[in-house]
């Protein structure tokens, strides 16, 4: 910052208020256009791992294949400094929808193989998926223009205000789609569909006996869950308007998400949301302390948040298992419906 | 580069990753859950050593043609106890509660990935996102008939591998520990009620299982260099290694690694070696699609 700027700065406090207060809104703005997309990630995941039990560790990819595949949809064709494929200029909501299709089919690729068989495997087996397609972005020429990225992404809507309102109507655009995802899984996982899943996460052989095709539910939630996954790296991507391959690391894009599930409360929808905001809010506010923690502490800011994510996972596993948030034994409103019609015939 | 010199390269990476894989699927095999956190027992175990050996400046005075001096014995020895004690440590205060509790093999595999998370960021709260080397001197190479080239750390390797892998075998097979851990690993239940007892047994593994773990991670190191997530990235190769082998299976695993290790290595002479990496998932994927219980069969 320049000296001469500062002293200024300093002297008016009246409009250091002002500013701290125009900053505190730009964060909160920002935080909450985060969090919304982390939430939607939450809710995928907790289809995933909280409704059916499949043990997904590879978050970041699904969330990755859709930023890109959005990004490359959109982008117009690569300038002579660039080298990536596609670059159709295509409309952002296309790009969103590709992005879902794209995160649905790679998790159709790795379901295939390792959904009918030991609930570890899948975990195992996505655990590296991630780390590939980073380096197949950052080695393969002319593909995603390597580790400099994708730049300039169209926004959505950006014609509809001038640039420093844009954030006020980023905020709108991800509060619908998170209001769009939350009542849209809420519906299907309150459904017979839903009930399906968690029968299959209680108790395999029952469901079986059932007479349910388990390995095709389970399909099914991985597929839907993996393309939401893709869908919320699509919003992030035209949100940030650059990405590259790094950006996408495993505990910014995986682990955290997980912490969000088990800190809210695996199995209900409500809990993925308020682990988002609880463990969001503590992620990304953490950075902000930094100068007023004692040096010891301040210089090890990061290190000490992922302690931290690590440590929430654990401590909830041990003392808290369902999270902040209790799933609900029973989600079904035609059976409460059901029980008053017989309490009225008794 | 020649193909025969691939595969000595691939045998020396094999070695590293089936004597971690060894580790891995014992713990596996007993416990029951796939331990996220070995890759990061993997690199304590390496900067274990790497105190011993540059920090504290023991024995650095090179043996022979070796890159490293008799300093080498103490920062192995100091590395094998203190992974076997943290993965003794972790059980004890998270993986028994949740085992009493009847926690279920994910829930305890979530814990350990946990683990792994909170001993990643204290490395790196230690030693920074800097990466190190053992040793700073060259280990010039040996030339073998036919110009093939291999260092005499890499001889090392491999000799260590085939001594630890022997003292893996007395260990399971000729003494009364060995017989009551391959007993538990096949039938915990059935070997609570012989008589053994488990929660013996479950620590000796994890010493063991550490043990390894941090042997292998000291030859990693030696191969290349040492980083606060040398060992997470190492994760999936060993994981590969496991399943090829099939669980519980240390002659499995350490067979998997060395096919892991081979076909990586081989694998540059036709791809861009920045697809390296997808290599041992391909394998994984290749092997549960066609023979899910590994070349040899599984315990569990």
């Known amino acids: 910052m320049d000296h001469q700027y500062e002293k200024n700065f300093m002297a008016i406090p009246d409009s250091v208020i002002l500013v701290t207060l125009i900053g505190a809104t730009n964060w909160g703005v920002g935080f909450l256009t985060t969090v919304a997309i982390f939430a939607i990630v939450a809710l995928a995941l907790n289809l995933q791992w909280g409704y059916t039990g499949i043990f997904n560790f590879g978050v970041v990819a699904f969330f990755m294949i859709g930023a890109y595949t959005s990004a490359l949809l959109t982008l117009p064709p690569p300038s002579k400094f660039e080298s990536h494929i596609l670059g159709l200029e295509l409309p952002v909501l296309i790009g969103w929808f590709s992005a879902a299709l794209a995160g649905g089919l790679l998790a159709l690729v790795i379901g295939l193989p390792t959904l009918r068989l030991r609930r570890d495997f899948l975990a195992i087996a996505t655990i590296g998926v991630a780390t590939i397609i980073r380096s197949i972005a950052n080695t393969t020429e002319g593909f995603v223009n390597r580790g400099s990225g994708l730049n300039g992404i169209p926004r959505f809507l950006d014609n509809f205000t001038n640039a420093s309102d844009y954030k006020w109507v980023l905020l709108v655009i991800m509060i619908v789609m998170l209001s769009a995802v939350y009542f849209g899984l809420q519906r299907v996982t309150a459904a017979p569909w839903g009930r399906v899943l968690r029968a299959i996460r209680d108790n395999e052989e029952t469901a079986m006996a059932a007479g349910k095709h388990t390995v095709s539910f389970r399909m099914q939630a991985f597929v839907l869950g993996g393309a939401i996954m893709g869908l919320a790296g699509a919003l992030w991507a035209h949100r940030t308007g650059s990405i590259s391959p790094t950006a996408f690391n495993d505990l910014f894009g995986t682990f955290v998400i997980w912490t969000m599930v088990m800190v809210g409360g695996s199995g209900n929808n409500k809990g993925a949301v308020i682990g988002a905001l609880a463990v969001g809010f503590f992620w990304f506010g953490t950075p902000l302390i930094q100068e007023d923690l004692p040096d010891i502490l301040g210089t090890r800011v990061f290190q000490l948040r992922e302690l931290t994510v690590g440590l929430l996972i654990v401590l909830f596993l041990l003392f808290q298992p369902h999270g902040l948030i209790r799933e609900k034994p029973q989600v079904s409103r035609f059976i409460t419906k059901r029980k008053n019609m017989y309490q009225q015939l008794d | ?300």
């Not at chain 2, 027992?41 to 390496?46: E, I, P, Q, S, W």
């Not at chain 2, 093999?105 to 996102?129: C, D, E, F, K, N």
């Not at chain 2, 090392?156 to 097979?173: E, S, V």
């Not at chain 2, 496991?242 to 060395?258: Q, R, S």
Request: proline share 4%; hydrophobic share 50%.
């Open chain 2, 1 to 300: 580069m020649d193909i025969l010199q691939l595969l000595i390269i691939g045998t020396i990476v094999g070695s590293i990753i089936g004597l971690g894989a060894m580790g891995l699927t014992l713990s596996y095999g007993v416990m029951k859950f796939a331990n996220f956190a070995h890759g990061d027992f993997m690199t304590l175990g390496m900067f274990l050593a790497y105190v011993v050996i540059s920090d504290l400046g023991w024995g650095t005075s090179p043996i022979g043609n070796f890159s490293f001096g008799f300093g080498l014995i103490p920062a192995i020895i100091l590395a094998i106890l203190g992974v076997g004690c943290f993965a003794i440590i972790t059980d004890h205060f998270v993986h028994r509660h949740l085992r009493l509790r009847g926690s279920g093999i994910i829930t305890m595999a979530i814990a350990s990935l946990g683990i792994g998370i909170m001993l990643r960021a204290v490395i790196q709260m230690i030693w920074g996102p800097t990466a190190f080397r053992f040793t700073t001197g060259i280990n010039t190479a040996l030339t073998l008939p036919g110009d093939l080239k291999i260092k005499p750390d890499q001889i090392f390797i491999c000799a260590l591998t085939l001594l630890c892998t022997i003292g893996l075998y007395l260990l399971l097979y000729r003494t009364q520990l060995g017989k009551a851990m391959r007993a538990t690993s096949d039938n915990s239940e059935l070997a609570s009620i012989a008589g053994i007892d488990t929660d013996r047994i479950r620590m000796a593994t994890w010493g063991i299982s550490g043990g390894l773990t941090a042997i292998a991670g000291i030859m990693l190191a030696m191969q290349s260099q040492l980083r606060f997530d040398t060992g997470f990235t190492f994760l999936l190769p060993m994981f590969a290694a496991v399943i090829l082998g099939g669980i519980g299976n240390p002659w499995g695993a350490l067979l998997g690694g060395l096919i892991v290790g081979i076909t990586q290595e081989l694998s540059t002479e036709w791809i861009n070696p920045g697809f390296k990496p997808g290599v041992p998932f391909v394998l994984l994927i290749v092997m549960l699609l066609f023979r899910p219980r590994g070349i040899f069969g599984s315990s569990i």
